[in-house]
Structure formats: C-alpha cells, structure tokens
C-alpha cells in the first residue's frame, strides 16, 4: 500500500510540478489560479506552494483540488482531513468555467483529482465535457442522501441551498405568500427584489422552473418578475435582504444561507437585517422550494483517485458536514448531520424533486428569456 501511494505520489509530484512550472510561464493572465496548500494547520491563505515543499512527502500523499468554492471551512475541512489521514490537500482556485477550460486544455496531464464548485448545472458541465469518471464508495453512497449526487455518481454533493423569498416581518404577513410564481402576479408590483438574472442562481432557478411548468410558464413568469421588480436589480443576495428591510421592497429572492451568515455577521447592520427578515419557503404545497447544491467530482485522470475518494468521504461523513452548515448556513447532504440552531428553526421543508442536470441543460433557455423579458 505504502509503495504504491509512494509511486503515485513521485507520478503525481512530477506533473504538478511540470504544470506549476507552465503555469507560471503562463501565469501573469491575473486569474485566480494561484496555487494554496492545505496541509495540516494551514489557512485559506495566499501563500504559493513551492515545487521544494511538494518535494517532502507526507506519508500519505496527496490529493489535488481544483475548486470554484471560496469558503475558508473549506480550507479548515481540508487541514483536518490532512491531521487526520496525512494526506497533503493541494488547492487550486479559480472561477468554475475557467477551471472546467483548464481541465479540458491539461486533459490527461492534468494534476487534479477533484473539481469543486457550486451549481448543479455546472457540476453536470464538467460531466458532459468527458471530465470525470465515477466514484465507487459505499460510505459515501452511505452517507449522501437519494438524488444529491450524479445518477452516474461522477459528483457527489457536499451541501445544499434553498433559493427562498425573505420578507419584511413588520409589512408582511407570510400567510400572503405562496410559490415563486405567485410573486409574479400584479399584486406585487414594484415590491419584488431579486439580484441580476446574469447571477447563475437565478438562471438556475428559472431552469428549474421551466422543467417542472414549461418553457412558456416560465416565461411569463420572468416577465412578472421583470415587471414587478421594486428597482432594477443590483448587488448580491445579501442586498436584496438588506434592501427590504431599508423599505425599497417587501420580498426577495434569494439564498437561505446568506441570511444565517448575516446572523452571525461582524458587521451589527447585516445582524439586524437577518433579524428583520422572515425566511419563507415557497411552493410547499405544489412543486417544492428551489435547492441548488455543491458537490465534488471525481477528475477522469486523476493520479491519487483512492485519496480523492477518501478526501470525499470525510467531507460527507457527519462531523465534516455539521461543520460546514455552521459555518456557512448550508443544508448538509448527509441527514445524519445536525443542523444549526437557526436552519433547525425554520424547519423541514419540501424541495423540488429534480435531476441538478436539468439546471445545466436548460440555461441556454434560461438566459434566453431572462434577456428577452428584460430582466436585467
Ligand atoms: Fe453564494
């Protein structure tokens, strides 16, 4: 066992090095690309591994990481898997489709293992592009709830989101609402906050919606949405959370996890935000409130597939689950995972039954009719 970690570390260490080194003759682009290494006490810092340090082992290895997700639990995760296993974490972070490109330009040579980000839809991308492979693992079929990984498992889901509508405690009453396409309607006009139909959790959403009621519903769901609008969009989630307690809306659209993490916020106005909002989940009663999720697959050329798998593992089990729902307010894939205090609060809810692939099929569609009713 060891003597082969050992070869495939050697194998591994080689093309990293050989890609860091091409990588920094290519490197002044100012993409984010800029490896970080996770090993055992390290932090989601800046710090650029050296080819020297690759050069000294750990006993166990390595596995590298090329991720669209920007959360530092992520890099704690990381370091504790390492104290754990002795497995070295490589990190490398970028944009999703700049990081798909990438995988796509180093085909076989590639030194990543996994690929991590956030949307269902682009976790089904690197899928139809031929880049992943599937991940055999009964703990990890043990540990991830029906329908939150890939039907061919080549992603295996790491956390949920609900794309829910916050409210106004002291102007509305939740009894009022109902289902996304309700807020579409002319009752609410010039009271609907949403972000930019360019943010890709909203091309999802509408995705979603036109898989489960059509092309043309949607549509004119958009276009209600578009009309109904209490300013053009601006800003993120949190914005629009921000902006219906100012007045300039009464509902929003948006995460539920930007709400937790305001909660929690160093900055006293995001708390009081948190505090002033109500959290409703829409469409209990028919198709089920929107979720996205994040996930990780497994690289089709991965050179240390075993401890990538073992890296998955950990990141599904329990511990590693609860501690990325508190740290970020997103819903653990794993329900053996207790929930934070304020998630376990608003309760268990219905979400939409859908294959996260749909999000990714659909988004030329979703695009298409967000330009076309205006939403901006
Ligand atoms: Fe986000």
Redesign the pocket.
């Known amino acids: 066992m060891q003597g082969s970690w050992k070869k495939l570390y050697i194998a591994a260490a080689f093309i990293l090095t050989l890609a860091l080194i091409a990588g920094c003759g290519a490197g002044s682009s100012g993409t984010p690309e800029e490896p970080t290494q996770q090993a055992a006490g390290g932090t989601n810092g800046q710090d650029q591994a050296q080819p020297e340090e690759q050069a000294q082992p750990e006993a166990g290895g390595e596995v590298n990481i090329y991720t669209a997700r920007h959360y530092d639990v992520d890099a704690e995760l990381y370091s504790q898997f390492t104290e754990a296993t002795g497995i070295t974490v490589n990190v490398i972070e970028g944009k999703a489709p700049e990081l798909i490109e990438k995988l796509k330009r180093e085909g076989a040579s590639t030194p990543a293992d996994l690929f991590i980000t956030?949307d269902g839809g682009i976790l089904n991308t690197a899928k139809v592009e031929g880049l992943l492979q599937p991940i055999e693992s009964e703990v990890i079929d043990a540990q991830v709830g029906e329908g939150l990984m890939d039907t061919d498992k080549e992603w295996i889901g790491l956390s949920t989101?609900a794309r829910v509508i916050v409210y106004a405690k002291d102007r509305v009453d939740p009894a009022e609402l109902s289902t996304y396409e309700a807020l579409a309607e002319d009752n609410w006009q010039g009271k609907v906050l949403v972000r930019s139909s360019t943010n890709l959790?909203n091309q999802s959403l509408l995705a979603s919606l036109i898989a489960i009621d059509g092309e043309e519903a949607a549509e004119q769901w958009a276009a209600g949405i578009a009309a109904n609008l209490a300013r053009e969009p601006e800003g993120?989630?949190r914005d629009q959370a921000k902006a219906v307690v100012a007045g300039a809306g009464d509902v929003a659209i948006m995460?539920t996890?930007?709400v937790g993490q305001m909660s929690v916020s160093d900055d006293p106005e995001e708390v009081k935000v948190a505090e002033q909002v109500g959290v409703f989940f829409p469409n209990q009663d028919t198709t089920g409130t929107h979720i996205n999720i994040s996930g990780a697959g497994l690289i089709k050329h991965s050179k240390n597939k075993d401890n990538a798998v073992k890296l998955i593992e950990f990141l599904t089990a329990p511990a590693a689950q609860e501690t990325i729902s508190l740290a970020n307010y997103e819903y653990p894939v794993n329900a053996e995972a207790k929930l934070p205090e304020l998630l376990a609060s608003w309760g268990e809810f219905k979400h939409q039954e859908l294959d996260f692939a749909v999000y990714g099929e659909n988004n030329p569609k979703a695009v298409e009719i967000a330009n076309k009713v205006g939403w901006k």
């Open positions: 956030v989101r959790y993120g989630d995460n996890y930007y």
